[in-house]
């Protein structure tokens, strides 16, 4: 299975600023996806990260609010853009290989808006 | 609206007995469905898939599907402390969904001693 990183680890943040969430995978991979999980909750799907273009957007999400690039097979940013309490969560990034069903997740970034 | 159902719990089970972990779905269309095991502050690890009606075997954890009924369960057998935690049911619509997941709120699972 892919070995997927995520810095930062933690944040926090003021209300009203942005932070940028990197993903590394040690592999190409076909498709890379972005959750969060609210405190308690389970795992909400934001988007897929697709390489060279636009991320496709779940409903709720915005790309104003969610901006993600992918440049490459290996690698996927999502910004979290003017922040506030609400986004305060653990946001995590996946991923899948090939023609494989298997989806495996990154550590997640663990964020809380001041 | 998809959806996929589980029971919050807490399920507590004895040391060496068999966790019974059950998952409903709402997409008729479903493909393709998932366990992941989630411990306090992790992220989540995969334990199995399965997508095809029937059981699949993999070490102590056995998957039944039974797409008649929309349901999905996961059975742990021998349950040892460790594997206390919270267990996540995701489903897969397929198609033009391909590798998007949805999940279930989750089961916490207790295995005392």
């Given at each position: 299975?892919?070995?997927?990183?995520?810095?930062?680890?933690?944040d926090?943040?003021?209300?009203?600023?942005?932070?940028?969430?990197?993903?590394?995978?040690?592999?190409?991979?076909?498709?890379?996806?972005?959750?969060?999980?609210?405190?308690?909750?389970s795992?909400?799907?934001?988007?897929?990260a697709?390489?060279?273009?636009?991320?496709?957007?779940?409903?709720?999400?915005?790309?104003?609010?969610?901006?993600?690039?992918?440049p490459?097979?290996?690698?996927?940013?999502?910004?979290?853009?003017?922040?506030?309490?609400?986004?305060?969560?653990?946001?995590?990034?996946?991923?899948?290989?090939?023609?494989?069903?298997?989806?495996?997740?990154?550590?997640?970034?663990?964020?809380?808006?001041? | 609206?998809?959806?996929?159902?589980?029971?919050?719990?807490?399920?507590s089970?004895?040391?060496?007995?068999?966790?019974?972990?059950?998952?409903?779905?709402?997409?008729?269309?479903?493909?393709?469905?998932f366990?992941?095991?989630?411990?306090?502050?992790?992220?989540?690890?995969?334990?199995?898939?399965?997508y095809?009606?029937?059981?699949?075997?993999?070490?102590?954890?056995?998957?039944?599907?039974?797409?008649?009924?929309?349901?999905?369960?996961?059975?742990?057998?021998?349950?040892?402390p460790s594997?206390?935690?919270?267990?996540?049911?995701?489903?897969?619509?397929?198609?033009?969904?391909?590798?998007?997941?949805?999940?279930?709120?989750?089961?916490?699972?207790?295995?005392?001693?």
């Amino acid at each position: 299975s892919a070995v997927i990183s995520q810095k930062p680890s933690r944040d926090i943040c003021q209300r009203g600023t942005s932070l940028t969430i990197q993903c590394q995978v040690d592999s190409q991979v076909t498709m890379m996806f972005w959750y969060r999980q609210q405190p308690g909750q389970s795992l909400t799907l934001i988007a897929t990260a697709n390489q060279g273009s636009e991320a496709t957007y779940e409903s709720g999400f915005v790309i104003d609010k969610f901006p993600i690039s992918r440049p490459n097979l290996t690698f996927s940013t999502l910004t979290v853009s003017n922040m506030s309490p609400e986004d305060s969560s653990i946001y995590l990034c996946s991923a899948t290989s090939g023609g494989a069903l298997e989806q495996f997740f990154g550590p997640g970034t663990r964020l809380t808006v001041l | 609206q998809k959806e996929v159902e589980q029971n919050s719990g807490p399920l507590s089970v004895p040391e060496g007995a068999i966790a019974s972990l059950n998952c409903t779905y709402s997409d008729r269309g479903s493909q393709s469905f998932f366990w992941y095991r989630q411990y306090s502050g992790k992220s989540p690890e995969l334990i199995m898939f399965i997508y095809s009606n029937g059981d699949k075997e993999d070490g102590r954890f056995t998957a039944q599907l039974n797409k008649a009924s929309q349901y999905v369960s996961l059975l742990i057998r021998d349950s040892q402390p460790s594997d206390s935690a919270t267990y996540l049911c995701a489903v897969n619509a397929g198609g033009t969904s391909y590798g998007k997941l949805t999940f279930g709120q989750g089961t916490i699972l207790t295995v005392h001693p």
